[in-house]
């Protein structure tokens, strides 16, 4: 079986989110044996791009892979994140959210995630979380960090994408489901998904049983 696309999201703005991204997505690949191949947007980013052209080409690799990795660091999501999240769910996207922040933050119970309740409860969904203080001084070298970061997430990767899919076997529900993701949005989506885009897609994840 060819490897499962992931895809990852989370804030582009410096050098350590840049980095950080970058080192996760390579751990992630090796980590699993080429199981699990990571599409970082700021690969994809042109930064002398229109702002809906960059917004169109990152929710249409959301929706073409198989799994969503989501970064959930800091005492207010990345709203850029949060959306191509709520994307991923809005079509049962298997997803794993990863949070490394020591903060408490959100408006959750005690034992709550450590961000907005809106964010949460929803189906297909794994959480890793830890202290990254705590994870980077026990590791030793950045490398022995990303490695066990990397382990936690393909165990949950692994996990949610054994979960049974929402739509279970209705492939015109499916189709009707994807074909009104690529409409809702605007600024020239469709366009930019052209066609058989959805057709593509779902055969594609029908053969990794995925939906």
């Known amino acids: 079986m060819s490897p499962f696309t992931v895809y990852l999201a989370g804030d582009l703005f410096d050098?350590?989110?840049l980095t950080g991204n970058a080192m996760l997505a390579g751990a992630v690949g090796e980590h699993s044996g080429g199981r699990y191949l990571c599409v970082v947007p700021q690969d994809l980013e042109q930064s002398t791009g229109r702002a809906v052209d960059?917004?169109?080409q990152d929710l249409r690799q959301v929706i073409a892979?198989?799994?969503g990795?989501?970064?959930f660091d800091g005492t207010d999501l990345d709203?850029?994140?949060?959306?191509?999240f709520m994307m991923a769910k809005a079509l049962d996207i298997p997803s794993v959210v990863l949070r490394s922040d020591f903060r408490s933050s959100g408006d959750q119970e005690k034992d709550g995630d450590d961000w907005n309740l809106m964010c949460s409860f929803y189906p297909r969904v794994r959480v890793v979380s830890?202290?990254?203080?705590?994870?980077y001084q026990q590791a030793g070298s950045p490398g022995q960090l990303y490695a066990r970061i990397a382990a936690a997430v393909i165990e949950q990767l692994d996990a949610v994408r054994a979960e049974p899919p929402?739509?279970?076997g209705d492939a015109r529900r499916q189709e009707e489901l994807y074909?009104?993701?690529t409409r809702f949005p605007g600024g020239g989506f469709e366009a930019c998904c052209g066609p058989g885009f959805v057709e593509e897609v779902l055969e594609a994840k029908r053969r990794k049983k995925l939906v």
């Open 130 to 135: 830890f202290n990254a203080m705590a994870w």
């Open 69 to 71: 990795l989501f970064n």
């Open 65 to 67: 892979c198989d799994l």
């Open 54 to 56: 960059i917004r169109n």
């Open 179 to 181: 074909r009104w993701a």
């Open 166 to 168: 929402v739509l279970d």
């Open 79 to 84: 709203s850029g994140t949060v959306v191509e």
């Open 15 to 17: 050098h350590k989110h």
